[in-house]
């Protein structure tokens, strides 16, 4: 018998018909044709997806657990979501809720190089929550988020990343952005003594982003921001494995498109591919996640899993500095908190207030 992962469907459906929604799931994420037409038995027995459990959750939807085969993955991350939720994710009554993985599968692609105690190590920052902020707006040209980033870090800010939609555009070139914002950090850092780390935002395809990571390397980083979804688990998994000096943040966009859990991909699937940090919207912000679903995605982020490093949860998406000491109650030290825009709103008292929160977080008493 192959080795198994069990991926946990919620379902929507009658109670008549489950038995049989289960069972074509099953049969959709592993070989997609009619049983009858397979002659092998081994296929039949060891490939075929087995549902394992159907529970009934109320309201007309169902937990169906459903063993998978190992053998069907091999050692490519696209191919994981591929046979956990390819050809289903199409069909508008399913979610994927939770998946559970062997022990050999989850340490294949080896997780987090340095996770919350490397970057713990990395910074010297012991016993406190992180503190970061983006570079904003759009549009900017490069000595403009230069000059913002040297305010930043005169406030005495943790990280400074860039927006996530901040790429190599005509306007803010990736080489000469990076060049122009770690020239400035480094000129507060022999100023104030105070060391500011700068994330740049690798994207593009996979020879792009590998290029941007040497560049930002050459230049002294040692930490990148890469959005998953976007550039593919493939190449992110790439990415992660061959460079393993370089801490990366994780960025969520176009995670919500998925109808994948967001503690599954997010403290899992992101974790197990070597996101050190993990970006997702906080509750209470611009967009519609819930404090138990937060909760779930820094359990699982920080959690024992397979021996794996902890990936440091960042809530982020609206965040005010009035909200730090609910942030730190709720979320304790593990964390980094990431206030963007609304520090930006401070305008020319923009370093005064980067000082004002990081002062918060320097000086909260966890309970």
Known sequence: MSSRLIAVYHVRSDARAIDSRANAIAVEQSVEMPLSAIEDQSIL????????????????VFAVRIALSADTIGTDPGQ????????????????????????????????????????????????????????????????????????????????????????????????????????????????TGHRARYVPSVTGTLDAAQGYVIEARKAGLDTVMVQPMILGLSNFQHLTLFNPMVAFFAHPALAGASRIAPALLFGKIFRMLGADTIVFPNHGGRFGYSPDTCRDIARTA?????GLQGAVPVPAGGMSRERVPEM??????????LIGGALLDARERLTDETAAFVAEVKGYRYG
């Not at 027995?45 to 007309?60: A, F, H, P």
């Not at 000059?147 to 870090?153: D, V």
């Not at 920080?302 to 397979?306: C, F, I, N």
Request: proline content about 4%; overall charge negative; glycine content about 10%.
């Open 80 to 191: 994981l979501i591929n046979m956990l939720f390819g050809n289903t994710s199409l069909q508008d009554d399913v979610t994927l809720h939770d998946a559970e993985f062997p022990d050999d599968l989850a340490r294949t692609w080896q997780g987090p190089h340095h996770g919350l105690a490397g970057l713990r190590e990395r910074t010297g920052i012991k016993g406190r929550a992180f503190t970061c902020t983006a570079l904003k707006p759009q549009g900017l040209a490069p000595e403009r988020l230069a000059e913002l980033a040297a305010r930043f870090a005169r406030g005495g800010i943790d990280y400074i990343k860039d927006d996530h939609g901040l790429a190599d555009q005509n306007y803010s070139r990736f080489t000469r952005r990076v060049e122009a914002i770690t020239a400035a950090l480094r000129e507060v850092e022999r100023e």
């Open 45 to 60: 027995d060891e490939i075929v997806g087995k549902v394992e459990d159907i529970s009934d959750l109320g309201n007309g």
């Open 328 to 337: 730190l109650d709720f979320y304790g030290p593990d964390v980094m908190l």
């Open 302 to 306: 920080l959690g024992p899993w397979h």
